[in-house]
Protein backbone atom coordinates (compact mmCIF):
# COMPACT_ATOMS: atom_id res chain seq x y z
CA UNK A 1 0.00 0.00 0.00
CA UNK A 2 2.94 2.64 0.93
CA UNK A 3 4.85 1.51 -2.61
CA UNK A 4 1.36 2.26 -4.19
CA UNK A 5 1.10 5.79 -2.97
CA UNK A 6 5.01 6.55 -3.21
CA UNK A 7 4.93 5.92 -7.15
CA UNK A 8 1.68 7.13 -7.48
CA UNK A 9 2.96 10.64 -5.97
CA UNK A 10 6.24 9.82 -7.99
CA UNK A 11 4.19 9.93 -11.51
CA UNK A 12 2.32 13.20 -10.37
CA UNK A 13 5.72 14.56 -9.30
CA UNK A 14 6.86 14.09 -12.65
CA UNK A 15 3.99 14.84 -14.82
CA UNK A 16 4.37 18.12 -12.48
CA UNK A 17 7.62 19.07 -13.80
CA UNK A 18 6.52 18.06 -17.32
CA UNK A 19 4.01 20.48 -17.66
CA UNK A 20 6.07 23.25 -15.87
CA UNK A 21 9.18 22.20 -18.40
CA UNK A 22 6.34 22.49 -21.60
CA UNK A 23 5.24 26.24 -20.28
CA UNK A 24 8.38 27.65 -19.58
CA UNK A 25 9.47 26.57 -23.12
CA UNK A 26 6.29 28.08 -24.78
CA UNK A 27 6.62 30.94 -23.28
CA UNK A 28 10.53 30.93 -24.53
CA UNK A 29 9.21 30.17 -27.90
CA UNK A 30 6.51 33.10 -27.61
CA UNK A 31 9.61 35.58 -26.76
CA UNK A 32 12.03 34.16 -29.79
CA UNK A 33 8.84 34.86 -32.04
CA UNK A 34 8.54 38.62 -30.89
CA UNK A 35 12.16 39.40 -31.25
CA UNK A 36 12.02 37.88 -35.13
CA UNK A 37 8.57 40.06 -35.74
CA UNK A 38 10.79 43.41 -34.38
CA UNK A 39 13.73 42.00 -36.34
CA UNK A 40 11.70 42.07 -39.56
CA UNK A 41 10.17 45.45 -38.71
CA UNK A 42 13.74 47.12 -38.44
CA UNK A 43 14.45 44.84 -41.30
CA UNK A 44 11.58 46.67 -43.36
CA UNK A 45 12.23 50.33 -42.17
CA UNK A 46 16.59 49.53 -42.96
CA UNK A 47 15.69 48.34 -46.07
CA UNK A 48 12.99 51.18 -46.94
CA UNK A 49 15.71 54.39 -46.35
CA UNK A 50 17.91 52.28 -48.19
CA UNK A 51 15.97 52.70 -51.12
CA UNK A 52 15.16 55.93 -50.68
CA UNK A 53 19.13 56.67 -50.88
CA UNK A 54 19.29 54.78 -53.91
CA UNK A 55 16.45 56.35 -55.68
CA UNK A 56 17.41 59.88 -54.69
CA UNK A 57 21.14 59.16 -56.06
CA UNK A 58 19.80 57.88 -58.97
CA UNK A 59 18.36 61.19 -59.15
CA UNK A 60 21.28 63.07 -58.86
CA UNK A 61 22.91 61.07 -61.74
CA UNK A 62 24.90 58.93 -58.94
CA UNK A 63 24.56 55.14 -60.26
CA UNK A 64 25.01 52.95 -57.29
CA UNK A 65 25.32 49.16 -57.64
CA UNK A 66 23.91 47.41 -54.23
CA UNK A 67 24.71 43.71 -53.98
CA UNK A 68 20.95 42.48 -52.90
CA UNK A 69 18.02 43.58 -54.79
CA UNK A 70 16.91 46.44 -51.72
CA UNK A 71 12.71 46.88 -53.33
CA UNK A 72 12.87 42.71 -53.35
CA UNK A 73 14.56 42.87 -49.58
CA UNK A 74 11.73 45.01 -48.55
CA UNK A 75 8.87 43.20 -50.34
CA UNK A 76 10.19 39.40 -49.22
CA UNK A 77 10.34 41.38 -45.59
CA UNK A 78 6.90 42.42 -45.39
CA UNK A 79 5.33 39.13 -47.33
CA UNK A 80 6.91 36.94 -44.60
CA UNK A 81 5.58 38.91 -41.90
CA UNK A 82 1.69 38.85 -43.44
CA UNK A 83 2.35 35.39 -43.79
CA UNK A 84 3.40 34.51 -40.20
CA UNK A 85 0.98 36.74 -38.70
CA UNK A 86 -1.82 34.57 -40.81
CA UNK A 87 -0.06 31.70 -39.65
CA UNK A 88 -0.12 32.58 -35.96
CA UNK A 89 -4.28 33.38 -36.28
CA UNK A 90 -5.02 30.24 -37.84
CA UNK A 91 -3.39 28.23 -35.35
CA UNK A 92 -5.72 30.50 -32.77
CA UNK A 93 -8.65 29.72 -34.27
CA UNK A 94 -8.03 26.18 -34.53
CA UNK A 95 -7.97 26.59 -38.80
CA UNK A 96 -4.99 24.96 -41.31
CA UNK A 97 -3.74 27.38 -43.95
CA UNK A 98 -3.31 24.39 -45.73
CA UNK A 99 -6.67 23.78 -46.26
CA UNK A 100 -6.75 26.79 -48.27
CA UNK A 101 -9.45 28.44 -46.62
CA UNK A 102 -9.77 31.61 -45.14
CA UNK A 103 -11.54 32.37 -41.57
CA UNK A 104 -14.02 33.74 -42.52
CA UNK A 105 -14.81 30.30 -45.05
CA UNK A 106 -14.07 28.37 -41.77
CA UNK A 107 -16.79 30.21 -39.60
CA UNK A 108 -19.74 31.60 -40.29
CA UNK A 109 -20.24 35.18 -40.87
CA UNK A 110 -19.65 37.41 -38.13
CA UNK A 111 -21.26 40.34 -39.74
CA UNK A 112 -24.62 41.20 -41.35
CA UNK A 113 -26.26 44.08 -43.26
CA UNK A 114 -28.95 45.58 -40.79
CA UNK A 115 -29.81 48.85 -43.23
CA UNK A 116 -28.82 50.22 -46.71
CA UNK A 117 -29.16 54.28 -46.92
CA UNK A 118 -29.92 55.25 -50.36
CA UNK A 119 -30.60 59.07 -50.20
CA UNK A 120 -27.55 60.47 -51.83
CA UNK A 121 -26.77 60.37 -55.98
CA UNK A 122 -22.99 60.61 -55.66
CA UNK A 123 -20.08 59.30 -54.12
CA UNK A 124 -20.52 59.29 -50.01
CA UNK A 125 -16.82 60.69 -48.60
CA UNK A 126 -17.73 61.03 -44.99
CA UNK A 127 -20.04 59.53 -41.98
CA UNK A 128 -20.33 59.83 -38.36
CA UNK A 129 -22.85 58.37 -35.73
CA UNK A 130 -24.34 60.49 -33.48
CA UNK A 131 -23.60 59.14 -29.30
CA UNK A 132 -27.35 59.93 -28.80
CA UNK A 133 -29.39 57.80 -27.72
CA UNK A 134 -31.34 58.18 -31.46
CA UNK A 135 -29.92 55.92 -33.57
CA UNK A 136 -28.57 58.87 -35.93
CA UNK A 137 -25.98 58.83 -38.96
CA UNK A 138 -24.94 62.11 -40.89
CA UNK A 139 -23.31 61.47 -44.36
CA UNK A 140 -22.55 63.94 -46.44
CA UNK A 141 -21.31 63.40 -50.58
CA UNK A 142 -19.97 64.90 -53.74
CA UNK A 143 -23.98 65.38 -54.52
CA UNK A 144 -23.18 68.63 -51.77
CA UNK A 145 -25.93 66.97 -49.36
CA UNK A 146 -25.75 66.45 -45.91
CA UNK A 147 -28.39 63.84 -44.82
CA UNK A 148 -29.62 62.60 -41.22
CA UNK A 149 -31.10 59.06 -40.74
CA UNK A 150 -31.53 56.74 -38.48
CA UNK A 151 -29.70 54.21 -39.42
CA UNK A 152 -31.85 51.02 -38.39
CA UNK A 153 -35.02 52.03 -39.99
CA UNK A 154 -33.39 53.80 -42.93
CA UNK A 155 -35.60 56.95 -41.76
CA UNK A 156 -34.93 60.65 -43.25
CA UNK A 157 -34.81 63.07 -40.41
CA UNK A 158 -33.03 66.29 -42.52
CA UNK A 159 -31.47 66.55 -45.76
CA UNK A 160 -29.88 70.13 -46.75
CA UNK A 161 -28.07 71.10 -50.24
CA UNK A 162 -25.76 71.92 -47.38
CA UNK A 163 -22.94 73.20 -49.56
CA UNK A 164 -21.84 74.24 -53.18
CA UNK A 165 -19.39 71.86 -53.82
CA UNK A 166 -18.73 68.35 -52.50
CA UNK A 167 -18.56 67.49 -49.11
CA UNK A 168 -15.44 66.16 -47.08
CA UNK A 169 -15.58 66.09 -43.74
CA UNK A 170 -18.89 65.43 -41.50
CA UNK A 171 -18.63 65.70 -36.86
CA UNK A 172 -21.22 66.23 -34.65
CA UNK A 173 -20.62 68.80 -32.07
CA UNK A 174 -23.50 67.60 -29.79
CA UNK A 175 -26.90 65.57 -30.25
CA UNK A 176 -28.39 68.92 -32.34
CA UNK A 177 -25.91 70.29 -34.13
CA UNK A 178 -23.91 69.27 -36.98
CA UNK A 179 -20.60 70.59 -38.42
CA UNK A 180 -19.87 69.87 -42.18
CA UNK A 181 -16.69 71.21 -44.23
CA UNK A 182 -16.39 71.06 -48.13
CA UNK A 183 -14.43 72.43 -51.19
CA UNK A 184 -16.22 75.26 -51.15
CA UNK A 185 -14.17 76.92 -48.89
CA UNK A 186 -16.58 77.25 -45.93
CA UNK A 187 -17.20 75.13 -42.76
CA UNK A 188 -20.85 75.36 -41.62
CA UNK A 189 -22.84 74.77 -38.62
CA UNK A 190 -26.10 73.58 -38.53
CA UNK A 191 -29.13 72.62 -36.47
CA UNK A 192 -30.62 69.28 -37.01
CA UNK A 193 -33.19 69.34 -34.28
CA UNK A 194 -36.04 71.07 -36.09
CA UNK A 195 -36.29 68.10 -38.98
CA UNK A 196 -36.52 69.14 -42.41
CA UNK A 197 -38.45 72.25 -42.23
CA UNK A 198 -35.28 73.90 -40.54
CA UNK A 199 -32.14 74.34 -43.09
CA UNK A 200 -30.72 77.74 -41.50
CA UNK A 201 -27.00 77.75 -41.10
CA UNK A 202 -26.10 78.38 -37.40
CA UNK A 203 -22.77 79.37 -38.39
CA UNK A 204 -20.62 79.69 -41.42
CA UNK A 205 -16.52 80.22 -41.19
CA UNK A 206 -14.93 80.98 -44.64
CA UNK A 207 -10.96 79.05 -45.07
CA UNK A 208 -8.36 80.05 -47.43
CA UNK A 209 -8.73 76.80 -49.55
CA UNK A 210 -10.94 74.00 -49.69
CA UNK A 211 -11.48 72.57 -46.85
CA UNK A 212 -9.93 68.91 -46.19
CA UNK A 213 -10.85 68.79 -42.62
CA UNK A 214 -12.86 69.80 -39.77
CA UNK A 215 -13.32 68.11 -36.13
CA UNK A 216 -15.39 69.89 -32.80
CA UNK A 217 -12.85 70.36 -30.14
CA UNK A 218 -15.40 71.33 -27.38
CA UNK A 219 -19.18 72.78 -26.86
CA UNK A 220 -18.76 75.18 -29.20
CA UNK A 221 -14.81 74.99 -30.60
CA UNK A 222 -13.39 73.79 -33.50
CA UNK A 223 -10.31 73.12 -35.74
CA UNK A 224 -10.36 73.29 -39.78
CA UNK A 225 -7.16 72.68 -42.08
CA UNK A 226 -7.38 73.77 -45.75
CA UNK A 227 -5.64 73.09 -48.75
CA UNK A 228 -3.73 76.27 -48.60
CA UNK A 229 -1.60 74.57 -45.40
CA UNK A 230 -3.55 76.60 -42.96
CA UNK A 231 -5.19 75.20 -40.21
CA UNK A 232 -7.52 77.25 -37.93
CA UNK A 233 -9.40 77.34 -34.47
CA UNK A 234 -12.83 78.55 -34.37
CA UNK A 235 -14.96 79.62 -30.97
CA UNK A 236 -18.59 80.16 -32.97
CA UNK A 237 -19.73 82.01 -29.75
CA UNK A 238 -17.75 85.25 -31.19
CA UNK A 239 -19.73 85.23 -34.47
CA UNK A 240 -16.31 86.22 -35.73
CA UNK A 241 -12.48 85.83 -36.55
CA UNK A 242 -10.76 82.44 -36.46
CA UNK A 243 -6.83 81.59 -35.08
CA UNK A 244 -5.38 80.22 -38.30
CA UNK A 245 -1.61 78.77 -38.25
CA UNK A 246 0.11 78.23 -41.51
CA UNK A 247 2.32 75.48 -42.02
CA UNK A 248 5.06 73.98 -44.02
CA UNK A 249 3.13 71.35 -45.51
CA UNK A 250 -0.45 70.50 -46.34
CA UNK A 251 -2.74 69.07 -43.52
CA UNK A 252 -5.13 66.48 -44.42
CA UNK A 253 -6.62 65.04 -41.54
CA UNK A 254 -6.87 66.42 -37.70
CA UNK A 255 -7.87 64.37 -34.90
CA UNK A 256 -8.21 65.37 -31.56
CA UNK A 257 -7.18 63.89 -27.93
CA UNK A 258 -9.36 65.31 -25.09
CA UNK A 259 -7.70 63.56 -22.34
CA UNK A 260 -4.45 65.13 -23.00
CA UNK A 261 -6.03 68.24 -24.66
CA UNK A 262 -3.44 68.00 -27.92
CA UNK A 263 -4.42 68.93 -31.64
CA UNK A 264 -2.71 66.01 -34.08
CA UNK A 265 -2.61 66.75 -37.75
CA UNK A 266 -1.58 64.35 -40.21
CA UNK A 267 0.37 65.81 -42.89
CA UNK A 268 1.75 65.74 -46.97
CA UNK A 269 4.96 64.75 -45.62
CA UNK A 270 4.25 61.75 -43.99
CA UNK A 271 4.55 63.36 -40.03
CA UNK A 272 1.55 63.38 -37.40
CA UNK A 273 2.50 66.93 -35.90
CA UNK A 274 0.89 67.04 -32.01
CA UNK A 275 0.14 70.51 -30.66
CA UNK A 276 -0.30 70.91 -27.20
CA UNK A 277 -3.89 73.01 -26.20
CA UNK A 278 -2.99 73.46 -22.58
CA UNK A 279 -0.28 76.12 -22.61
CA UNK A 280 -0.84 79.29 -21.77
CA UNK A 281 0.51 81.18 -24.76
CA UNK A 282 -1.08 78.90 -27.04
CA UNK A 283 -3.75 80.54 -29.56
CA UNK A 284 -7.33 79.87 -27.70
CA UNK A 285 -6.01 81.94 -24.30
CA UNK A 286 -4.96 84.77 -26.30
CA UNK A 287 -8.30 84.71 -28.90
CA UNK A 288 -10.43 84.54 -24.93
CA UNK A 289 -8.68 87.53 -23.53
CA UNK A 290 -9.57 89.61 -26.13
CA UNK A 291 -13.42 89.12 -26.68
CA UNK A 292 -14.48 90.00 -23.48
CA UNK A 293 -14.25 87.04 -20.87
CA UNK A 294 -16.33 84.87 -22.18
CA UNK A 295 -16.18 81.56 -20.75
CA UNK A 296 -15.09 78.60 -21.90
CA UNK A 297 -17.94 76.19 -21.33
CA UNK A 298 -20.84 78.35 -22.45
CA UNK A 299 -23.17 76.30 -24.89
CA UNK A 300 -23.26 77.59 -28.23
CA UNK A 301 -26.18 79.27 -30.10
CA UNK A 302 -29.54 77.33 -30.58
CA UNK A 303 -32.05 76.50 -32.82
CA UNK A 304 -33.71 79.91 -31.74
CA UNK A 305 -30.79 82.12 -32.58
CA UNK A 306 -31.58 82.29 -35.79
CA UNK A 307 -28.61 82.55 -39.14
CA UNK A 308 -25.29 83.88 -37.43
CA UNK A 309 -22.64 85.99 -38.62
CA UNK A 310 -19.78 84.73 -40.96
CA UNK A 311 -16.55 83.93 -39.87
CA UNK A 312 -13.55 85.06 -41.44
CA UNK A 313 -10.18 84.00 -41.40
CA UNK A 314 -8.17 87.04 -39.78
CA UNK A 315 -6.87 86.29 -36.34
CA UNK A 316 -7.50 87.46 -33.36
CA UNK A 317 -5.56 89.02 -30.98
CA UNK A 318 -2.22 89.50 -32.57
CA UNK A 319 -0.10 86.85 -34.63
CA UNK A 320 -1.57 83.06 -33.44
CA UNK A 321 1.07 80.98 -30.98
CA UNK A 322 -0.03 77.60 -31.19
CA UNK A 323 2.70 75.10 -29.21
CA UNK A 324 3.85 71.82 -31.23
CA UNK A 325 4.78 69.65 -28.68
CA UNK A 326 6.44 66.52 -30.60
CA UNK A 327 6.36 65.25 -34.36
CA UNK A 328 5.78 61.67 -35.58
CA UNK A 329 7.32 60.35 -38.43
CA UNK A 330 4.69 57.62 -39.47
CA UNK A 331 7.04 56.11 -42.46
CA UNK A 332 10.75 55.85 -43.27
CA UNK A 333 9.62 57.02 -46.83
CA UNK A 334 7.38 60.01 -46.04
CA UNK A 335 4.13 58.70 -48.02
CA UNK A 336 1.72 61.60 -47.52
CA UNK A 337 -1.10 60.93 -44.73
CA UNK A 338 -4.56 61.15 -45.88
CA UNK A 339 -6.56 60.22 -42.18
CA UNK A 340 -5.51 59.88 -39.11
CA UNK A 341 -7.56 59.47 -35.80
CA UNK A 342 -7.73 59.43 -32.33
CA UNK A 343 -9.27 57.44 -29.74
CA UNK A 344 -9.56 57.13 -26.24
CA UNK A 345 -11.53 54.09 -24.53
CA UNK A 346 -13.37 54.21 -21.05
CA UNK A 347 -10.44 52.06 -19.84
CA UNK A 348 -8.00 54.52 -20.54
CA UNK A 349 -6.09 52.75 -23.71
CA UNK A 350 -5.45 55.19 -26.12
CA UNK A 351 -4.76 54.63 -30.32
CA UNK A 352 -3.75 56.69 -33.12
CA UNK A 353 -4.89 55.10 -36.47
CA UNK A 354 -3.03 56.47 -39.31
CA UNK A 355 -3.78 55.74 -42.83
CA UNK A 356 -1.05 56.97 -45.64
CA UNK A 357 -0.20 56.91 -49.18
CA UNK A 358 2.00 53.94 -49.05
CA UNK A 359 -1.50 51.69 -49.25
CA UNK A 360 -0.79 51.17 -45.90
CA UNK A 361 -2.73 51.58 -42.37
CA UNK A 362 -0.97 52.16 -39.08
CA UNK A 363 -1.80 51.58 -35.61
CA UNK A 364 -0.27 53.36 -32.97
CA UNK A 365 -0.51 52.39 -28.93
CA UNK A 366 -0.81 55.95 -26.46
CA UNK A 367 2.80 55.23 -24.39
CA UNK A 368 2.30 55.31 -20.89
CA UNK A 369 5.72 55.41 -19.81
CA UNK A 370 5.35 59.25 -21.37
CA UNK A 371 3.21 60.43 -18.78
CA UNK A 372 4.67 61.91 -15.57
CA UNK A 373 3.80 63.90 -12.86
CA UNK A 374 0.51 63.60 -14.11
CA UNK A 375 1.40 65.13 -17.56
CA UNK A 376 2.62 64.17 -20.78
CA UNK A 377 6.36 64.58 -21.43
CA UNK A 378 7.33 66.88 -24.22
CA UNK A 379 9.50 64.85 -27.24
CA UNK A 380 9.16 62.19 -29.14
CA UNK A 381 7.85 58.83 -28.21
CA UNK A 382 4.24 59.44 -26.48
CA UNK A 383 2.97 56.93 -29.25
CA UNK A 384 4.67 53.62 -30.22
CA UNK A 385 4.04 51.56 -33.40
CA UNK A 386 1.68 48.34 -32.81
CA UNK A 387 -0.18 47.25 -36.06
CA UNK A 388 0.39 47.58 -39.34
CA UNK A 389 -2.10 46.46 -42.31
CA UNK A 390 -1.08 46.52 -45.91
CA UNK A 391 -3.00 46.43 -48.78
CA UNK A 392 -5.09 48.84 -48.69
CA UNK A 393 -6.14 50.85 -51.41
CA UNK A 394 -5.37 54.50 -50.13
CA UNK A 395 -3.06 55.83 -52.91
CA UNK A 396 -4.71 58.49 -54.71
CA UNK A 397 -8.24 58.25 -52.23
CA UNK A 398 -8.99 59.41 -48.79
CA UNK A 399 -9.93 56.15 -47.05
CA UNK A 400 -11.26 57.06 -43.92
CA UNK A 401 -11.02 53.71 -40.98
CA UNK A 402 -12.84 53.30 -37.99
CA UNK A 403 -11.56 51.29 -34.96
CA UNK A 404 -13.21 49.55 -32.33
CA UNK A 405 -12.12 48.58 -28.92
CA UNK A 406 -13.11 45.07 -27.28
CA UNK A 407 -13.55 44.53 -23.87
CA UNK A 408 -11.72 41.53 -22.29
CA UNK A 409 -12.14 39.15 -19.70
CA UNK A 410 -10.11 39.19 -16.51
CA UNK A 411 -8.44 35.60 -16.51
CA UNK A 412 -8.12 34.19 -13.75
CA UNK A 413 -4.63 32.34 -13.00
CA UNK A 414 -4.00 28.99 -10.75
CA UNK A 415 -2.36 29.84 -7.59
CA UNK A 416 -0.27 26.07 -8.88
CA UNK A 417 1.64 28.38 -11.35
CA UNK A 418 4.32 31.32 -10.64
CA UNK A 419 3.92 35.05 -11.98
CA UNK A 420 4.45 34.45 -16.20
CA UNK A 421 3.96 31.08 -16.16
CA UNK A 422 0.61 31.02 -17.91
CA UNK A 423 1.97 33.22 -20.71
CA UNK A 424 2.19 30.02 -22.86
CA UNK A 425 -0.98 28.52 -22.51
CA UNK A 426 -3.21 28.22 -25.31
CA UNK A 427 -6.62 30.10 -24.35
CA UNK A 428 -9.78 29.36 -26.52
CA UNK A 429 -10.82 31.47 -29.18
CA UNK A 430 -12.03 34.94 -28.34
CA UNK A 431 -15.90 36.35 -29.01
CA UNK A 432 -15.57 38.86 -31.10
CA UNK A 433 -16.97 41.24 -28.69
CA UNK A 434 -13.57 40.78 -27.11
CA UNK A 435 -11.12 41.78 -30.23
CA UNK A 436 -10.09 45.43 -31.27
CA UNK A 437 -11.26 46.12 -34.55
CA UNK A 438 -9.95 47.94 -37.43
CA UNK A 439 -12.30 48.35 -40.21
CA UNK A 440 -10.84 49.49 -43.78
CA UNK A 441 -11.65 49.77 -47.31
CA UNK A 442 -10.83 46.93 -49.30
CA UNK A 443 -10.22 45.29 -52.87
CA UNK A 444 -13.01 44.48 -55.45
CA UNK A 445 -15.39 46.96 -53.92
CA UNK A 446 -15.43 45.00 -50.15
CA UNK A 447 -14.51 46.52 -46.70
CA UNK A 448 -12.41 44.43 -44.44
CA UNK A 449 -12.61 43.59 -40.73
CA UNK A 450 -9.57 43.11 -39.21
CA UNK A 451 -8.08 42.14 -35.68
CA UNK A 452 -5.76 43.81 -34.08
CA UNK A 453 -6.00 42.58 -30.66
CA UNK A 454 -2.52 41.14 -31.19
CA UNK A 455 0.69 43.74 -30.95
CA UNK A 456 2.37 42.85 -34.89
CA UNK A 457 0.04 41.86 -37.37
CA UNK A 458 -3.28 42.73 -38.53
CA UNK A 459 -5.53 39.86 -39.73
CA UNK A 460 -8.50 40.21 -41.79
CA UNK A 461 -11.44 38.40 -39.57
CA UNK A 462 -13.96 39.59 -42.89
CA UNK A 463 -14.77 41.30 -45.89
CA UNK A 464 -17.92 43.08 -46.15
CA UNK A 465 -18.97 42.04 -49.73
CA UNK A 466 -22.01 43.97 -51.88
CA UNK A 467 -20.97 47.44 -52.40
CA UNK A 468 -20.90 47.97 -56.41
CA UNK A 469 -18.23 50.45 -56.44
CA UNK A 470 -14.95 51.44 -54.65
CA UNK A 471 -15.76 51.65 -50.85
CA UNK A 472 -14.32 55.05 -50.01
CA UNK A 473 -14.25 54.41 -46.09
CA UNK A 474 -15.89 53.02 -43.23
CA UNK A 475 -16.40 54.24 -39.41
CA UNK A 476 -17.66 52.61 -36.05
CA UNK A 477 -20.00 53.16 -33.48
CA UNK A 478 -18.77 53.45 -29.74
CA UNK A 479 -21.66 50.84 -28.64
CA UNK A 480 -21.22 47.49 -26.26
CA UNK A 481 -20.80 45.97 -29.74
CA UNK A 482 -19.16 46.75 -33.11
CA UNK A 483 -21.83 48.77 -35.57
CA UNK A 484 -20.23 49.91 -38.63
CA UNK A 485 -21.33 52.12 -41.55
CA UNK A 486 -19.27 51.65 -45.00
CA UNK A 487 -19.39 54.55 -47.70
CA UNK A 488 -19.02 54.16 -51.14
CA UNK A 489 -18.47 55.72 -54.46
CA UNK A 490 -22.26 53.60 -55.33
CA UNK A 491 -23.93 56.53 -53.03
CA UNK A 492 -24.89 54.14 -50.38
CA UNK A 493 -23.87 53.89 -46.65
CA UNK A 494 -24.81 49.94 -45.32
CA UNK A 495 -24.58 49.07 -42.00
CA UNK A 496 -23.21 45.96 -40.80
CA UNK A 497 -24.24 45.18 -37.27
CA UNK A 498 -22.55 40.97 -35.39
CA UNK A 499 -24.77 38.27 -36.50
CA UNK A 500 -26.48 36.82 -33.55
CA UNK A 501 -25.02 33.94 -32.06
Same mark, same amino acid.
Given at each position: ??????????????????????????????? !????????? =?????V?????????????????L?????I???????L??????????????????????????????????? /????????R??????F??????L?????????L???N??????????????????DV???????????????????????????????????????? !???????G???????????????????????????????????????????????? =???? !??????????????????????????????????????A?????????????? /???E?????????????????????????????????? /????G????????G??D??????????????????????????????????????F???E? &??????????????????????????????? &?????? !????????????????????????????S?????????????
Open positions: MADHSASSAASQGAASASQHQRILLQKQLTE !VRMENTILR =QQLYQSTLLDIAVSKLGTMGVSETPIDRALRTEAQRAHAETAQAQYNAIGASPESGKSPAQHHSKKFQM /RQQLREHTAVQCCASDSEDLIATGGMDCRIVQYLSGAKLWDATAHEEAVSAWMNHNCLLSASYDNTVKLWDVNGGTTNKDVLYQYTTHGF !VLSAIPLPSLFACADSRHKTAIVDVRVGGKGMVQEHDYRINSLSYDEAAQQLLMG =QSNG !VVSIWDMRRPDQVLSTANSSIGGILPGSNIPGSNSGLMSGSTNSVGGPPRFT /RATIENEPSRSPISFIAHFHSDDDTCRLLCVSGDNMV /RLYRNFSAFTGGRKGIGLYVLRNVLAGVPTRGNVMRCGFWKGERDKTEMSVFDDGM &DGVSRPPRRLTECDLLVTGGPDNTAQVCDVT &DDGGAV !VLERLEGHRDRVTGATVRRSRKPIIATMADSTVRIWMPVKS
